[in-house]
């Protein structure tokens, strides 16, 4: 059996302690490991040395395992959800993209991750996912490569990390898996010598996010849907693992049904997640009411928030400004956002501006049309004219780290 071993002590700090460490870090590290890098495979058939399975069983992840994402649930005793960032029955919307047996809508999420330490030179991580998704690794926390590895068959998939090609194989090392969309966990193998060792604890903020299709991986560049929106980008410039994201395509602060609307997803979301260290809240681009209207739903759904999660920093965004830039009524509606939280009046809750105004919103310009034009709305956009493509998700990861950066700075 494999060793299970502890190591390190959690640092114990307050809330703003803990806020004020982080405003003043440096942003993390997002490239690839310049040498040592493992391959990495998706199959279906498990390779001959992998002889030693850590699998879930009795509703129950294998030791030393740690899990980032939310909530974890067992839809069957031999199979781990991924940590679910809310729950409800009001359509899986943008948050779905697996069909595991489990009742539909039970829990989705947009970002998960398994975390552990191992020495194995070659392991396979078990999960059940489609063809249209992919994966990433991380090394001690440097990616082992950018682009996400796709998945290789609608059902259960073997994640493969090599490092018998490196020049040392056997070395302990932090793993971090990380998967896009909603996914099953089924466990590891590795070699009948290898040995599991306990992820070290770490003293890392959760950030939850309720969102809209902005927090999906749409009109990415590689392929396959990747393990990374821009709230992903931002968490990892902040120094934050533990990223919660609650996504659902076409809602807003009214847009939606009566459980997916921004205040209407809250009691699912707080099932899932009943702490948090940041909320981030990006509604507006898909709504039609009057600013009005959307300033007076802003205020209910912040007064939630701070009774549902009263020690939490919040921070509210103005709505994205879409593909050649924001409408007279995006701008109006970051107008009666701002306007709506500082009415609030609370100290832990701040507003960040996306559409003040065509000259300053996040993008503006002619619109993505096909080629490498000059404006940053074209850059920023994706094919689909109307989310994001990898470097738009860059640009707007960066913009939101460095606005929370300069707000956290004086919060007690």
Not at 125 to 148: F, H, K, N
Not at 221 to 237: D, E, W, Y
């Amino acid at each position: 059996m494999a060793a299970i071993v502890s190591s390190r002590t959690v640092l114990r700090e307050t809330i703003g302690a803990r806020l004020r460490r982080v405003a003043a870090a440096g942003p993390g590290s997002a490239a690839a490991m310049p040498t040592g890098a493992p391959a990495l495979s998706s199959t279906t058939t498990l390779p001959a040395a992998l002889t030693q399975s850590k699998p879930v069983a009795s509703s129950a992840l294998p030791a030393g395992i740690r899990t980032y994402g939310g909530k974890v649930v067992f839809p069957y005793a031999d199979t781990a959800k991924f940590p679910a960032s809310w729950e409800g029955t009001g359509g899986t919307g943008n948050s779905g993209g697996i069909a595991d047996g489990a009742p539909n809508g039970e829990y989705s999420n947009l970002g998960f991750a398994v975390e552990f330490e191992t020495d194995a030179p070659l392991f396979a991580v078990s999960v059940q996912s489609i063809t249209t998704l992919g994966w990433r690794v991380t090394v001690d926390g440097v990616y082992a490569q950018l682009a996400p590895v796709a998945m290789v068959a609608n059902g259960v998939n073997l994640c493969v990390v090599d490092f018998t090609g490196t020049a040392t194989p056997r070395q302990r090392r932090l793993i971090r898996y990380e998967g896009s969309k909603a996914g099953t966990f089924r466990g590891l193998y590795l070699g009948a010598q290898d040995r599991i060792y306990e992820a070290p604890p770490v003293d890392s903020l959760t950030m939850l996010v309720v969102t809209d299709s902005y927090g999906d991986y749409t009109s990415g560049t590689a392929g396959v849907a990747a393990p990374a929106s821009l709230f992903h980008h931002a968490a990892r410039r902040l120094g934050i693992a533990d990223l919660r994201l609650a996504a659902i395509g076409g809602t807003g602060w009214k847009a939606g049904t009566a459980t997916t609307t921004g205040r209407g997803r809250l009691p699912g979301v707080q099932t899932a997640n009943p702490s948090a260290d940041l909320i981030v809240t990006a509604l507006g681009t898909n709504d039609t009411d009057t600013a009005a209207n959307i300033g007076a739903e802003v205020a209910l759904y912040l007064a939630d928030v701070r009774v549902r999660w009263p020690n939490a920093i919040h921070f509210v965004l103005g709505p994205w400004p879409k593909n050649t830039g924001p409408s007279a009524a995006l701008i109006a509606y970051d107008a009666a956002i701002g306007t709506a939280v500082a009415a609030f009046g609370d100290a832990r809750t701040m507003f960040i501006p996306v559409s003040p105004s065509v000259a300053e919103a996040w993008t503006a310009g002619t619109g993505y049309n096909g080629s490498n034009a000059t404006d940053r709305s074209s850059l920023a956009q994706g094919p689909d004219a109307n989310h994001l493509n990898d470097l738009g998700k860059t640009d707007f990861g960066n913009r939101l780290a460095a606005a929370i950066r300069s707000r956290l700075s004086p919060v007690v």
